[in-house]
């Protein structure tokens, strides 16, 4: 009896795993389905756009800046060795716009944005207003969770370029100012080593990020069970599982994308 208890607790995990990700899939698969339907959402679309970016921009642009300078001066350490410090320029940028940005965006993100969602759809279930929607004939995926998840894609690829922007200057300012690399030799290599199709490839990360975060924080706020307190685990498991799954998703989409 005792032997076996170590596997049931590992099949039981197993099966509860597997549950909640069909639940995700389930909550993205009918957003999805009512995506193109109406009455569309406008109204509660452009709170969103506003909530997920504009009110997001200020966090972002602390974080790419200090980010681009401390990246930078970490770079000039290693490089320094090889007197290769012209190379910090473009070395920090391809970081930004291929990993960094849409990762580390992503990660800001969720900590505001997602734990919000999750919060806020997991008071409407405890109080049952979630109930009220569909009493009154109204789909609760489609005005709740679908302009989520459309702002969520839309926005992080502009906050991601706001990110990739704003730590490229972080970073010229320390390559110019401190390590004392010409403007124009630190143009001429961003511009040699990093092309398009490396913001690009940045964009695509930023906008599944976005998806993510999104279909996570509204599934987590959507099965919110036992009140105030199903309310914060439910925002806690959100920012978690979302940080966890952009984490690994970012490692697949650059296997399949370079």
């Known amino acids: 009896m005792e032997i076996g208890k170590p596997f049931e607790r590992l099949g039981a995990g197993l099966l509860d795993f597997v549950e909640e990700v069909g639940r995700v899939m389930t909550i993205l698969g009918r957003a999805l389905r009512w995506l193109p339907r109406k009455p569309y959402r406008v109204r509660l679309l452009l709170r969103q756009l506003d909530f997920i970016g ?126 004392n690399i010409p403007h124009s030799e630190f143009m001429e290599q961003v511009i040699y080593y990093v092309d398009f199709d490396d913001y690009y490839i940045g964009l695509i990360k930023a906008a599944v990020f976005g998806l993510i975060m999104a279909t996570i924080g509204c599934y987590k706020g959507y099965y919110t069970t036992r009140g105030a307190e199903g309310v914060g685990r439910a925002t806690t498991e959100s920012v978690v599982l979302s940080s966890v799954t952009v984490m690994v998703a970012n490692y697949f989409l650059t296997a399949l994308l370079f």
């Open 54 to 179: 504009v009110q997001s921009t200020f966090i972002v642009f602390l974080t790419s800046l200090f980010t681009g300078a401390v990246f930078s001066l970490q770079s000039s350490y290693a490089f320094s060795l090889f007197e290769a410090n012209s190379m910090v320029g473009p070395t920090v940028v391809l970081a930004l716009t291929r990993e960094l940005g849409p990762v580390l965006t992503a990660l800001m993100v969720i900590g505001r944005v997602g734990s919000s969602m999750a919060a806020e759809i997991g008071t409407m279930r405890v109080t049952e207003q979630i109930d009220a929607l569909e009493t009154m004939a109204v789909s609760p995926i489609h005005y709740l969770i679908v302009p989520r998840i459309i702002a969520a894609v839309i926005m992080m690829p502009l906050l991601t370029t706001i990110f990739d922007f704003i730590g490229t200057v972080g970073c010229w300012a320390v390559t110019t100012k401190l390590l």
